[in-house]
């Protein structure tokens, strides 16, 4: 018998104009806020939160929401999700859960931008890292926990490769509504410091024989036996919030879109929220310009890349055929193939946001392209000496658009943003390993994902206990021959 979650959304949490739409233009039910849907029960497909424009007090000018910072008092307005608040009008004031997540960096990095092949000035990193749990997660946490306090959830659950897992359960510790954290994680495939942060902060996490894909099909079955709030970004709510972090973009450049935003996909959850967001600002007359998307998966784990750039899947006006999904799938299965990559917050060969993620291609004239976790670390140690320290999935962005600068897609004088989704510390074993020089480590946790050297590690400088060659070894740094030296010489490899 399925226990379903009983709605408790009393009138002080209920917002006209928003309800939830079957993503299946042959079914295209729709459902009330009230209704905690992760799925449309009428046809299987995806649900996306829509709104009625006309009954919403819709700002007229994207120069609005600069008012906000005049009143960083108000929690709603710190948060850099909810002084959007008018842009994702599905809660009320008085329902919305927050921890001041939002506080995010869209830095210029020339460096970055010598090494992807563009012109200086012409390259920022919109850095996700200082969230409250330190990755991307935060924005779509803070939507997702707000509807599930509107329906009167206490008990939420996600399957998680690591970073939707640590947020889950930062936000059940850190507010006061008594939620419960539940997460799945499949074996060996977690990386520990983003464990750390769900054991820390008391989640109760299971861990099962399998990947992600196989703890993300449990955790819908557990939720949908056990009546749990379900935190995945199958979750449409999710989405809402993830919509802000182009916000954010745009306001930190002025309300110009750049030529380009690239994005890790894993799990295609940012890629669609990014697309949505967009749309809705075209919609509604506030962008005449959309940015061109670029989606990058890494080699071992590149189900969108195969299905968009070999298969030829696409949005179709709403239409997409899924049987090449479908069939992907079937040959994974039969072949054994499992999700394998160093980037562990995109290890995923099933996405569950592809049809949105489509949908927000053909929106944004997007391009896919994969990358090697070769490229992936190489581009991450380029981020990190320019002073954003990111976990390996994020600096799959940079890779991303170095491969796409090659092959002409990206020009040089194109304005590029990529998106790092998480803190380096999320996974300090790849960054060590990277490093260290430690030959065993590195072909440990490096070398048989076919990662074969280090291009531009910064190594430890090993001397004798003495102050004469300690003294030699800061000069030589000085004098330009030390870690900067070696990175640059590694772009040859």
């Not at 769900?198 to 299971?206: E, K, M, Q, V």
């Not at 991303?400 to 194109?414: C, H, M, Q, W």
């Not at 989704?421 to 260290?436: C, E, F, I, M, R």
Request: hydrophobic residues 40%.
């Amino acid at each position: 018998m399925t226990t379903v979650l009983v709605p408790s959304v009393d009138p002080a949490h209920r917002l006209d104009g928003a309800f939830q739409r079957c993503l299946n233009l042959s079914c295209g039910a729709t459902f009330g806020i009230e209704e905690p849907r992760f799925s449309c029960p009428v046809c299987g497909d995806l649900l996306d939160v829509t709104y009625d424009w006309d009954r919403l007090p819709v700002p007229t000018s994207l120069h609005e929401f600069e008012a906000a910072w005049s009143d960083r008092g108000n929690p709603l307005n710190f948060s850099g999700v909810w002084r959007f608040r008018r842009l994702l009008p599905f809660a009320p004031e008085s329902a919305i859960v927050t921890i001041g997540e939002g506080q995010t960096l869209l830095q210029t990095a020339d460096a970055v931008a010598s090494y992807v092949g563009v012109e200086a000035g012409r390259l920022k990193l919109q850095y996700e890292g200082m969230n409250p749990s330190g990755s991307f997660k935060d924005n779509g946490m803070t939507a997702a926990f707000t509807h599930a306090r509107m329906v009167g959830a206490r008990r939420v659950a996600c399957a998680s490769t690591g970073n939707t897992s640590a947020a889950l359960a930062v936000y059940c510790s850190a507010t006061p509504h008594g939620f419960k954290a539940i997460i799945f994680i499949g074996s060996g495939k977690i990386a520990y410091g983003k464990l750390a942060q769900a054991l820390d902060h008391g989640a109760l996490t299971i861990q099962i024989v399998g990947d992600f894909d196989d703890a993300m099909a449990r955790v819908r079955q557990v939720a949908d036996r056990l009546g749990i709030y379900l935190m995945n970004s199958v979750n449409p709510f999710r989405l809402e919030g993830q919509k802000t972090i182009m916000y954010r973009v745009l306001e930190a450049s002025n309300w110009e879109p750049p030529d380009w935003i690239v994005v890790p996909g894993g799990n295609l959850g940012n890629s669609s929220a990014f697309g949505k967001a967009f749309a809705e600002l075209k919609e509604l007359g506030l962008l005449k310009r959309l940015p061109r998307l670029a989606v990058v998966n890494a080699a071992g784990a590149s189900t969108l890349d195969h299905l968009y750039n070999q298969a030829g899947m696409r949005w179709c006006d709403g239409e997409p055929d899924l049987r090449l999904a479908d069939g992907y799938y079937r040959s994974l299965d039969a072949e054994g193939v499992k999700a394998d990559t160093i980037a562990s917050a995109i290890e995923i060969n099933r996405p569950v946001n592809l049809k949105k993620c489509l949908r927000a291609l053909s929106v944004c004239d997007g391009v896919v392209t994969q990358v090697s976790d070769q490229e992936i670390l190489d581009a991450k140690a380029q981020v990190g000496s320019g002073g954003l320290g990111c976990e390996p999935a994020s600096a799959a962005s940079v890779a991303g658009a170095r491969r796409l600068r090659r092959e002409g897609i990206i020009a040089p004088s194109d304005q590029v943003v990529c998106v790092l989704t998480g803190h380096q510390l999320k996974d300090p074993n790849a960054t060590v390993a990277y490093h260290s020089g430690d030959r065993d480590l590195f072909d440990h946790v490096l070398g048989k994902r076919g990662v074969l050297r280090a291009g531009f590690a910064n190594r430890p400088v090993v001397v004798p206990n003495d102050l004469d060659d300690i003294i030699r070894s800061i000069a030589l740094y000085s004098a330009d021959a030390g870690p900067d030296s070696a990175r640059r010489e590694g772009e040859a490899d």
